[in-house]
């Protein structure tokens, strides 16, 4: 099936540094979605992303759609405590008739 | 992820029993998907569904696995003859449209199958 490469796996930062995260495809995406889920918990969005090329931010996070639309990354700036989780990316294919594919995920620990 | 409703949240069976998982959509939403996560994975797509209608199950267990969205009330996924290797969580997304666009997650059903 298809798949997205999501690194790294796993981060353990100082409070107030800031984090990069990307996903990688070989297919092509029409959406990129980043979500933050919480230990017993759903995912939760934080940001989509829909036009090659888009810059969004939210808050002290920012993420772009790659200009080939097969790749995206997550910066989040000054990290704080509550910023610990698992972040998934997840798309949707072009031509999908809406069903995401997900990252694997990468666990962030912010150190205090 | 307020608004989608999903329940029970922790789930216990039997191998050999039926689970049953249910999921309310956020008000207006027309369309229900269905995902699987084992642990230290992603969200695995099982099925899409609008009301009355299975869009896309290509990502559903052949037997065992059902999947319904009735006009009246709130989407289920059925396991029946439940085996241990069932256990996960399950997650029911919706959104408003279908195909690429924002989809919100309901907290997940825990399935454990002793």
């Known amino acids: 099936g298809q798949q997205l490469n999501q690194s790294p796996q796993s981060m353990f930062i100082q409070e107030g540094e800031d984090v990069s995260m990307n996903c990688t495809s070989s297919s092509i995406f029409n959406t990129w979605l980043w979500y933050k889920q919480d230990p017993g918990e759903g995912p939760v969005l934080l940001i989509a992303l829909y036009k090659a090329g888009e810059l969004t931010s939210n808050g002290r996070l920012t993420a772009q759609f790659g200009i080939t639309r097969k790749d995206s990354f997550l910066n989040i700036s000054a990290s704080i405590p509550s910023d610990v989780g698992i972040y998934f990316c997840?798309?949707?294919?072009?031509?999908?008739?809406?069903?995401?594919?997900f990252g694997k995920g990468t666990k962030l620990s912010v150190k205090p | 992820n307020a608004g989608v409703m999903q329940n029970p949240r922790h789930l216990v069976r039997r191998r050999g029993q039926e689970a049953r998982l249910r999921c309310s959509p956020m008000?207006?939403?027309?369309?229900v998907y269905w995902y699987r996560q084992l642990p230290e994975e992603g969200l695995k797509f099982m099925v899409y569904l609008q009301k009355e209608n299975i869009i896309d199950e290509s990502g559903m267990p052949k037997e065992r696995f059902s999947a319904e969205f009735p006009k009246e009330g709130p989407s289920i996924l059925r396991i029946q003859q439940v085996v241990r290797g069932d256990s996960a969580a399950y997650f029911c997304?919706?959104?408003?449209?279908?195909?690429?666009?924002?989809?919100?997650f309901g907290q997940g059903t825990r399935l454990t199958v002793v």
């Open positions: 008000k207006g939403h027309s369309h």
């Open positions: 997304a919706s959104s408003p449209v279908a195909a690429n666009t924002e989809a919100f």
């Open positions: 997840a798309g949707h294919l072009r031509g999908s008739q809406g069903n995401l594919i």
